[in-house]
């Protein structure tokens, strides 16, 4: 069995890896801008000749409790980022924001996918991700970053996410963006408890019934980090059980840290269903 999918126009025969690089100040911590500049590139290149097939470059931090960014600090961080990637490595960018603006200015520098966790609901980012016309992930939030960890309350959470990603979906296909542009996400850790992401991570192929692809994004996330009491820098064996249990349901985007070691995971993995 091969798994086939699409972003797009690109066709995938397997697992693909979204590599994570945030361009937040707190990530490259220095004061000058050059050196961050360089600094996300080597780590961009080095996520690639580890397998990444995607670059995910944040310029916005949307961990509970980060303070809001303004457009300009934003648009400042990611735009040369995104040509100089563009120019250096044949791999595709995504831009994970959810500003209508960056995501216009990151597509006009070479941005191949609009990657956003607000589901294109802040103010014109629907108009404008229509126009675009590159493939978007959309990915379910309850609440807003900064209170979202506040009580988070469901009655069944997997129905809820798929519900809300299914109306998401529709005001997507509304607004011109083509269907076969659109991936969905459950948006682990994102106005979730602990009991939350693992009903949805262990109930995952439900989401096969929008008939789209299906990132995960659980690297380095308290449900592993609060389950195992250990600092986020130590979950990697959690972060790869964690992508298997998901690929095993068959989704097929995974945005990670630890790229080495997820291509590691997803090889043996696909071996496995190639030889069934
Ligand atoms: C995602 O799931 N997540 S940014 C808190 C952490 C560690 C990591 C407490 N962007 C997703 O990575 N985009 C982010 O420790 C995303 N799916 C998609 N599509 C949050 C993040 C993180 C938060």
Redesign the pocket.
């Given at each position: 069995m091969t798994v086939s999918f699409n972003i797009g126009p690109h066709q995938f025969q397997r697992p693909v890896i979204m590599g994570?690089l945030n361009v937040t100040p707190d990530s490259f911590s220095d004061g000058g801008k050059f050196v961050v500049h360089d600094k996300a590139l080597q780590h961009a290149e080095a996520m690639l000749e580890q397998g990444a097939d995607i670059i995910?470059i944040?310029g916005e931090?949307?961990?509970?409790g980060a303070p809001e960014v303004s457009l300009e600090d934003e648009l400042a961080r990611i735009v040369d980022l995104i040509s100089a990637i563009k120019q250096r490595f044949s791999c595709l960018v995504s831009i994970?924001t959810s500003k209508a603006e960056v995501m216009r200015q990151a597509v006009q520098n070479g941005a191949d996918i609009i990657?956003d966790?607000c589901a294109l609901t802040k103010p014109n980012a629907l108009e404008v991700a229509a126009q675009l016309a590159v493939p978007v992930?959309l990915?379910h939030m309850q609440g807003q970053p900064r209170t979202m960890q506040n009580n988070p309350l469901y009655g069944d959470v997997v129905s809820e996410v798929i519900d809300f990603l299914k109306s998401r979906v529709e005001s997507c296909v509304a607004a011109g963006v083509k269907r076969s542009n659109i991936i969905v996400?459950p948006?682990?850790?994102?106005g979730k408890t602990l009991q939350h992401n693992y009903q949805l991570l262990a109930r995952l192929a439900e989401c096969h019934q929008l008939q789209l692809p299906i990132?995960?994004?659980?690297?380095?996330?308290?449900m592993f980090?609060k389950l195992l009491n250990r600092p986020?820098s130590d979950l990697l064996a959690a972060n790869v059980a964690g992508v298997m249990i998901a690929a095993e349901q068959g989704a097929q985007i995974f945005?990670v840290h630890d790229v080495q070691a997820t291509a590691d995971a997803l090889n043996v993995f696909s071996m496995v269903q190639t030889s069934k």
């Open positions: 994570i995910d944040g931090s949307t961990r509970p994970d990657n966790v992930c990915m996400d948006g682990f850790g994102f990132l995960a994004g659980m690297s380095r996330k308290s980090g986020a945005r």
